[in-house]
Structures are given as C-alpha cells and as structure tokens.
C-alpha cells in the first residue's frame, strides 16, 4: 500500500476498505508507470536531438534570424530571397545547415558530388521526407509525388502507357490551340492600348492549366478568357501550400485548420476533388455500360485523355485503379504538369529576352521548319528539327529548374565524400538548381547562354 492512498480516499470522502486501498494503490502506481514511460520518452527524444545537434557542428550555416525562427523566412521565394540565397551558396559550396525553427535541422546539399550518395541510396534509407510533403496529402493523395514502396511502383508501371508517344502525339494540336488562345488575347490587349506590359508567369500558367484540363480530362473551360471555379481553387491551393512552409504555427495541423487559410485550402480541396470525382464517376458509368471495346471503338478520331488511360489500366493481376487512386494521380499532375511547365516556360521567355540573338536565332529555326505552310502550327515531328530551340530550352532548365529541390529524411547514417556523415534521422534537401550550375561550371568555364552552340 502507498502512503498517499489514505489520504486520497479521506479527499474522495470515501470509506477505507482492503478492496478500495488497492484499487488505489493499484491506479496510482499505473499514472506513476506510464508518467514514468512518458519521462523516458521525452528523455530519450531530448538526447537524440542532443546527439544530432552535436553531429550536425561540422556543417556551416549562415546567421539565423532569431532562436525560435531559426532561418525561416529569411529566403523568401522572390527576388530578394533567391538574391539572398544565392549569396549564402557563393560562400557555402557544398552543404548548408539551416533551422526551421527552434528544434528542426535542415541539410541544404549543394555540390553534385554532395548529392549523389543521397540520391543514389536506396528508397528504405533515403525515403520522401513528409515534413513538406505532407502539405499537399489532403489535396494531391497518394498520387505518384506522394506514393512510396510498392504502391509508388504499382502507380508508376499503370501510368507508362500515358506517355507513349501514340497518346502524345495528338496532344499537339491542343497545345497549339491553347497557345493561340494566349497569343489572340496579348495581341487584343496590345491593340487596346491598355498595358504596356505582362505577368508572362500568368498568363502562361492560365495556358498550361487549359492545356492540361483537355488533355486530362478532355473539358474545355476557357478558363484564359473566363476563370473557373476548379481553375481558381487550383491557383489559390498552390499559393497557400508555398505560403504554408513560411509560417512555423502552420506547420500543424490542429491550428492551420483553424485559421483563415486552412479554412480556405479545405474549401479549395471540395471544389478540386468534386470537379475530379464528378468526371472520373460520369466516365467510368460510361466505360461499364458501352463495354471496353465499344468505349475505345467509340473514342477513335478523338483524343484518348489521362483518365481514360487510367480507367483502361490493369496490372499483373487484372486489377484496376480505383476511383480515389484516379483521382489522386489527376490531381497530382494538374498541380505538378501546370505548376512547372508555367515556371520552366516563363524563365525560356526571360533568358531569351535577355539574349535577343539567341530568341533571333530560335525564330529563325522555327520558320524555316513553317515555311510554305498554310497553317502556322508545330506538329509532332517538327521537334527534332528544331536542334538550337531545344538547346536554349534546355540551359533555360539547367539554370532555372521548376523543381528546384526534393526532400529526404535518411534512416541510415550516409557518409559524404569529405568524410562527414549526415546523421541517421536528418532531414535533407537536395538543391539540383545549385547542382546542376556546379557540375555544368566544369566543363564550361565560359557563360552559358553565350556558349551554347558548344554544348554537346
């Protein structure tokens, strides 16, 4: 018997009985074990960040803001935080450490040669970190950007069949058509004499999210004359997933909730999965009652979009994708195909802008593949004659990727080539944009635009 029991039955004006002081005892010697257990924990988890914190010394870092920020919202994703990130990785050439708050380390992994044992360690020690990711789980699911393991690997063979080149290649009259619709609307804008400049990032994303929304669900919303409610409730989900990692108390969930942006991200997730659903049902109803021959039979002429390729795909097994896997890869490839082919586009236009030569050059090779044609439109087969285009598209991309980093959390210990070792549990950023300068920087030691047509 403990020596408070007496004292808690005089306080609970209960009668002392044998039964009723082991009860007791018994109860308080269970809230001693689990606060005991508890205790451990919280010891346990103190003394691993102790030792994480000790192993990380040898990485450097730049000033931090304050103790609880840490460096967050220091580097902001505009002008004056890329200028301000980029001075920090001038000095610091290899690994940077950063704080996200008070109690999260962050490993900024800069040189190529930094990066490959991450990237090159299997997916059980260098998984998808969830620290960010997880942002995008209750709008994008458990698509392809989300997916781990087996799931990850069942998704991705289903979906190889979307990206044969028999199911591109139609594509390209809708691409031609969308960029026809931007190029009237800028020329109407101009003869109106209303601007004098565009947000080319915009515009070019309303033309990316109309190209994407025929080829995926084959539904015109003239969404780059009008705006919709899906196309909208795209634009302002990803706005609130970037301005989400900026604010540490949104970091959690029970509070971002509660706010007037989490409120408005649940509201946003409605629209885009009702939009999804609806289709995705409305086809499948369709595909059961034609029947899958007399579906496809009926689809020839037209153009096969994303979700007829995933309501057709089987596995091993014969089993198909339900509607909730459809729904979470649609998604995931309005937000990624829209997201990073409008950022890769506008920073082509800029760096061609910035070289008038090479844009020269560029219209030049393009009208020579057009030239005696009626109708001014690219096909297919035009891409491989368009050698010096695709060049200047693709040191655009080397500079300025639309994917700038992935994350990762290790599980192992990965020794790095100095002999550092980033420590078992660390989070970890790949920066491929400071990668790809790093490893392009030693094989040409001249500009990159300006040498081009030297590059292999």
């Given at each position: 018997?403990?020596?408070?029991?007496d004292q808690?039955?005089?306080?609970?004006?209960l009668?002392?009985?044998?039964?009723?002081?082991?009860?007791?005892?018994?109860?308080?010697?269970?809230g001693?074990?689990?606060?005991f257990?508890?205790?451990l924990?919280l010891?346990?988890?103190?003394?691993?960040?102790?030792?994480?914190?000790?192993r990380l010394?040898?990485?450097?870092?730049?000033?931090?803001?304050n103790?609880?920020?840490?460096h967050?919202?220091?580097?902001l994703?505009?002008?004056s935080g890329l200028?301000?990130e980029?001075?920090v990785l001038?000095?610091?050439h290899?690994?940077?450490?950063?704080?996200?708050?008070?109690?999260?380390?962050?490993?900024?992994l800069?040189?190529?040669?930094y990066i490959?044992?991450?990237?090159g360690a299997?997916?059980?020690?260098a998984?998808k970190?969830?620290l960010?990711?997880?942002?995008?789980k209750?709008?994008?699911g458990?698509?392809?950007?989300?997916s781990?393991?087996?799931?990850?690997?069942?998704h991705?063979?289903l979906l190889?069949?979307?990206f044969h080149?028999?199911?591109?290649?139609?594509?390209m009259?809708?691409?031609?058509?969308?960029t026809?619709?931007?190029h009237?609307?800028w020329?109407?804008?101009?003869?109106?004499?209303?601007?004098?400049?565009?947000?080319?990032?915009?515009?070019?994303?309303?033309?990316?999210?109309?190209?994407?929304?025929k080829c995926v669900f084959?539904?015109?919303?003239?969404?780059q004359?009008k705006?919709?409610?899906?196309?909208?409730?795209i634009?302002?989900?990803?706005?609130?997933?970037?301005?989400?990692?900026?604010?540490?108390h949104?970091?959690?969930?029970?509070?971002?909730?509660?706010?007037?942006d989490?409120?408005?991200?649940?509201q946003?997730c409605?629209?885009?999965?009702r939009?999804?659903?609806?289709v995705?049902?409305?086809?499948?109803?369709?595909?059961?009652?034609?029947?899958?021959e007399?579906?496809?039979?009926a689809?020839?002429?037209?153009t096969?979009?994303f979700?007829?390729v995933l309501?057709?795909a089987?596995d091993e097994?014969?089993?198909?994708?339900?509607?909730?896997?459809?729904?979470?890869e649609?998604d995931?490839f309005?937000f990624?195909?829209?997201?990073?082919?409008s950022?890769?586009?506008?920073?082509v236009?800029?760096?061609?802008?910035k070289?008038?030569?090479?844009?020269?050059?560029?219209r030049?090779?393009i009208?020579?593949?057009?030239?005696?044609?009626?109708?001014e439109e690219?096909e297919?087969d035009?891409?491989t004659q368009?050698?010096?285009?695709?060049?200047?598209?693709?040191?655009s991309?080397?500079?300025?990727?639309?994917?700038?980093l992935?994350?990762?959390?290790?599980?192992e210990d990965?020794k790095?080539?100095?002999?550092?070792?980033?420590p078992?549990?660390a989070?970890c950023?790949?920066l491929?944009?400071?990668?790809?300068?790093h490893?392009?920087?030693t094989?040409?030691?001249?500009?990159?635009?300006?040498?081009?047509?030297q590059?292999?």
């Amino acid at each position: 018997m403990l020596p408070i029991t007496d004292q808690l039955l005089q306080l609970l004006g209960l009668q002392r009985t044998a039964f009723r002081v082991y009860a007791v005892s018994a109860l308080l010697l269970s809230g001693l074990f689990f606060l005991f257990r508890l205790l451990l924990q919280l010891w346990r988890l103190c003394w691993g960040f102790h030792v994480t914190c000790r192993r990380l010394r040898c990485f450097p870092q730049p000033p931090r803001r304050n103790w609880l920020l840490g460096h967050l919202g220091m580097y902001l994703p505009n002008e004056s935080g890329l200028q301000d990130e980029k001075k920090v990785l001038d000095s610091m050439h290899h690994v940077v450490l950063v704080w996200i708050g008070p109690v999260l380390p962050l490993l900024v992994l800069v040189h190529p040669d930094y990066i490959k044992p991450l990237v090159g360690a299997s997916a059980a020690i260098a998984p998808k970190d969830d620290l960010f990711y997880s942002f995008l789980k209750p709008w994008l699911g458990d698509g392809l950007l989300l997916s781990k393991g087996d799931k990850w690997s069942r998704h991705r063979r289903l979906l190889t069949p979307a990206f044969h080149f028999d199911i591109l290649k139609p594509y390209m009259k809708i691409f031609n058509q969308c960029t026809n619709v931007m190029h009237a609307k800028w020329r109407r804008t101009l003869a109106e004499g209303s601007v004098a400049s565009f947000d080319m990032f915009e515009h070019i994303s309303l033309m990316t999210l109309d190209s994407l929304q025929k080829c995926v669900f084959s539904y015109n919303s003239d969404c780059q004359e009008k705006m919709s409610d899906y196309i909208s409730a795209i634009i302002e989900l990803s706005a609130l997933v970037v301005r989400r990692q900026y604010r540490l108390h949104h970091h959690l969930d029970f509070i971002y909730y509660l706010t007037a942006d989490g409120r408005r991200f649940r509201q946003a997730c409605d629209t885009v999965h009702r939009f999804t659903t609806e289709v995705i049902q409305e086809r499948r109803q369709a595909l059961r009652h034609q029947g899958a021959e007399a579906w496809l039979k009926a689809k020839q002429g037209k153009t096969l979009d994303f979700i007829d390729v995933l309501l057709l795909a089987r596995d091993e097994d014969g089993k198909e994708l339900s509607d909730e896997d459809i729904r979470a890869e649609a998604d995931t490839f309005m937000f990624e195909g829209h997201d990073t082919t409008s950022s890769g586009l506008s920073w082509v236009l800029f760096n061609l802008a910035k070289y008038p030569e090479y844009q020269e050059k560029c219209r030049e090779e393009i009208q020579e593949v057009m030239k005696g044609r009626e109708l001014e439109e690219l096909e297919w087969d035009d891409l491989t004659q368009l050698p010096f285009t695709t060049m200047c598209i693709k040191e655009s991309l080397r500079q300025f990727p639309p994917v700038t980093l992935v994350s990762r959390r290790c599980t192992e210990d990965i020794k790095l080539p100095d002999g550092r070792v980033i420590p078992k549990g660390a989070h970890c950023v790949p920066l491929r944009a400071g990668a790809l300068s790093h490893y392009v920087a030693t094989l040409l030691p001249i500009g990159a635009w300006p040498c081009l047509p030297q590059v292999p």
